[in-house]
């Protein structure tokens, strides 16, 4: 059974970094599959913040990009998303996604 798990929520200071990561557990390798980054925000609808497909082409939000980089090892089944220039809109619950499996979020605080 396939289960997705993240970490590395937290909260920090505008400006500043911060990096949650994501295991997959119950497959032997996490080529084949679309996986990315969504957030949600309080009182907003989960957005996409990156994805990546297959063939590791990325497409991050325009909100994100230049500030978050996704990266994936697949030597550990994980796929971390670095996060710098943290802004307070940037606040949320953190969910990543293997193909269709998705875990249960974490949360980044990102306080002015």
């Known amino acids: 059974q396939v289960r997705v798990m993240e970490s590395g929520g937290g909260s920090v200071q505008a400006g500043g970094s911060l990096t949650v990561s994501c295991y997959v557990s119950?497959?032997?390798?996490?080529?084949?599959?679309?996986m990315g980054w969504y957030r949600q925000a309080p009182g907003r609808q989960r957005e996409r913040v990156v994805s990546?497909?297959?063939?590791?082409?990325?497409d991050y939000a325009g909100s994100v990009k230049g500030r978050f980089t996704i990266r994936r090892d697949n030597r550990w089944n994980t796929l971390d998303l670095q996060m710098h220039s943290l802004k307070s809109e940037d606040t949320g619950v953190y969910y990543c996604?293997?193909?269709?499996?998705w875990g249960q979020g974490t949360q980044v605080i990102v306080s002015s």
């Open positions: 996604f293997w193909g269709s499996a």
């Open positions: 119950g497959t032997s390798s996490l080529s084949g599959r679309a």
């Open positions: 990546m497909t297959s063939e590791d082409l990325t």
